[in-house]
Structure formats: C-alpha cells, structure tokens
C-alpha cells in the first residue's frame, strides 16, 4: 500500500495532471506552456514536460509569426484592391477616351466618304452636262438651219415663185434633219435617263430589283465622257437575264471607283486600255469579276489599298478614300466581300454579293 501511495504521488499524478493540460490545450486551441512543474530530478516524466513546453513555445512563436504574415498580407491585398481600384478607374477613363476618340473618328471619316461620294457625283454631273452638250448643240444648230430653210421656202411660196424641185429639196433637208434631230435627242434623252437612275440611286440608297446588264451599261453612259479622249474601252460580259434586288446605287458607286482607278492609275502611261467586268451567278451569290490590263498593283498597294487614306497620288488631288468606300460599300452595305485575284497583268478584283437582300436584314 505504502509503495502504491508513493508510485501514484510520483508517477500517476503528475502524468494525470500532465494529460488533463494537453487535453485543455486541445480544447482550448492554445499552445500555452504547461503548469505542471518539473520535479527536478529530471526522470522521464520531467523530460516530457521540458518537451511540450518547448514544442509549445516553437508553436507560439510559428503561430506569431503566421499571424503576422497573414496581417502584412492583409495589407497588401488591400493595398492591390487600391491600386487595381485606381488602375480600372483609369483605365475606364481612358476606354471612355478612346471611344469618344473614336466615335469622332468615326464621324470624320463618315463625312470625308460622303464628301467623297458627293465629289465622285459632281464629276459624273460635269460630265453628263458635257456630254448632253454635244447633241444639244447639234439640235440647236439643224433647228437653226431648218428654220433658215423654212423661211426661205415661205418667202418663195407666197410670191409664187416655189418649183417643185426647190420642195423636193425641202423635203429631202427636212429628212435628214429630223433623222439628226431625233438621233441627237435620244442620245440627250438616253444620257439623261441613265444618269437620273445611277443617281437617284447613289443619292436615294433603297433596294430594288435590277437588271443587271442593264444597269452596267447605265453605269457606263454616265461615265462616258471619261473615254472620250482616250482609246480605253470596257468589255462587259453579263447573262441579259441575270437580276438583282439589292442597293443599285452602292453597285454604281462600287464599278465608278473601280473604273475610276483604272484611269487615273491603272492606264496612266496608256492610251488604249480594256476594262473587263464579268459577273456570273454562283448558288445564290452574283460574282463579280473585275479586271484591267493596266500597270497593276505593287506589293504595298496589295497590302494597303483597302486602308482609309492610302494613295499613291498624294498631293495630286487623290484622297485615299476611294478604295476604302468600296471596301466599306461591298461588306456593310452589300453584305458581301471583295478580295484582290492574281492577274498576270493589271488589276483584278473579285467582288461576292448576295443576289437578293431585304431592307431589314
């Protein structure tokens, strides 16, 4: 019993005690050091408690530590939340900057096309007019000359003195005047009629149905004075039968820059140029085939030419704007697509646009 009493006093107690703590500790979360005090004879139980107290120690310290980090962390996410804040707000200022930046650009370059658009429609005004000249000067003139004619046969008529010859020769004048009045005022009608359409089309942007063949040829009368002192000529090769129901007037304006710069470019050190505009219709699209046998394109041009203010006529009246207007035309307003082809001579395009399209698509 007496051995019982000092085993407990000794070894039992302190051990119970010593896992009461531990148990506490685990309860409790904590690492602080143990109560229970060594014995001082340094038996095992004395060097179990040495043992926590200095894991408890290590783990107080790594703890400090952990808890320091995650504070400096702390600080430093929120000191990233502010500058990501700060960044975002400047960086939507400046996205807000460049769309207003761009808007405007947008609208400059809305209004250089229109301009562009309105100088290509006046060119084609002067030289409708100049052309429309031509035969009404012709009208003028053998209006003049019959009425000369009709004076002179009245006189002879009231003082008797009309022979039958001098009407024969009235009448045989009279022929062929109407005959070079009626030609010269159908070409005028004719060149009139053409260029109302192409530019109530350009000018009215609406769809309709079209042949186009006709129309082609309605494109050309109106850009007829441009050939007139030259040899250049156009070659359209277009089924009669074939129709679309699109924008006329994009078509129009699309074929003018393309002939357009087939003169001023393309046939610059040539007199006697061919135009080739060949169309066909492929499951439900109308292909276009342009081509000249001019100079060409260079390496830059083929890269560039689709680019907003790219010429090669730089302080020599050109814009740049041309060929972008195309671009823009073909995708947005015509639904369709224009790509450079491979030529062994000259400049060729190749256009692909629906056959039919509806207003609110």
Known sequence: FMLGAVVYSLINRRISQLAAEVNDRLANNTFAPLSVTDSGKQDEIDTLIQAFNALSEQMNEELQQKTQAQQQLKTINLELENRVADRTRNLQQTVDELNQTLAELHATQGKLIEAEKLSSLGGMVAGIA?????????????????????????????????????????????????????????????????????????????????????????????????????????????????????????????????????????????????????????????????SDDGIGLSAEARQKIFDPFYTTKRGQGGTGLGMHLVYNIVHQRLRGDIQIEESPQGAAFRLTMPKSISQDS
């Open 130 to 290: 100049h052309e429309i000249n031509t035969p009404l000067g012709l009208c003028i003139t053998i209006h003049s000359y019959i009425q000369d004619h009709y004076v002179s046969m009245k006189q002879r008529f009231d003082a008797g003195e009309m022979r039958k010859q001098d009407f024969v020769d009235f009448i045989g004048m009279m022929d062929e005047s109407l005959s070079i009045l009626d030609k010269n005022l159908q070409r005028s009608a004719h060149l009139i009629k053409s260029f109302k359409q192409v530019s109530e089309d350009q000018t009215g942007e609406h769809i309709r149905k079209f042949s186009l063949h006709d129309y082609l040829q309605e494109i050309l009368e109106t850009l007829s004075p441009k050939f007139k002192q030259n040899k250049h000529r156009v070659e359209i090769d277009c089924p009669q039968q074939l129709w679309m129901e699109t924008y006329a007037g994009s078509i129009s304006q699309v074929l003018t820059n393309l002939i357009m710069n087939s003169l001023l470019h393309g046939f610059e050190f040539k007199n006697d140029g061919v135009i080739r505009i060949q169309a066909a219709e492929e499951r439900g699209n109308i292909i276009i085939r342009y």
